[in-house]
């Protein structure tokens, strides 16, 4: 099965109750998923602004403080993931 490119696999999985999360889809955000958040900040991958749009944009849609407590190599991923939904697509 071919692994979608906004579903990140997480390095280091996490229990929510009896559930095992291993992976999270991200959405592409819309404006009102961006509100309160400056796009360069969100485009130099600033921990505090991806914290805060994290949680509006994925799937099963992640908590503030399990955002807070993400391994580093998750958040990395999941960031390299945002920022490519702000890069315009080249038509090729």
């Not at 944009?57 to 490519?84: F, R």
């Amino acid at each position: 099965m071919e692994q979608k490119e906004n579903v990140v696999v997480l390095a280091s999985p996490f229990k929510r109750g009896e559930t095992e999360i291993s992976q999270v889809e991200l959405i592409k955000p819309n404006a009102g998923a961006l509100r309160g958040v400056r796009l360069s900040d969100l485009a130099g991958s600033d921990v505090d602004a991806l914290l805060t749009v994290l949680p509006r944009i994925s799937q099963p849609a992640l908590t503030k403080s399990e955002c807070l407590n993400l391994a580093p190599e998750d958040l990395i991923s999941m960031a390299g993931t945002v920022i490519g939904f702000l890069s315009p697509k080249s038509d090729e």
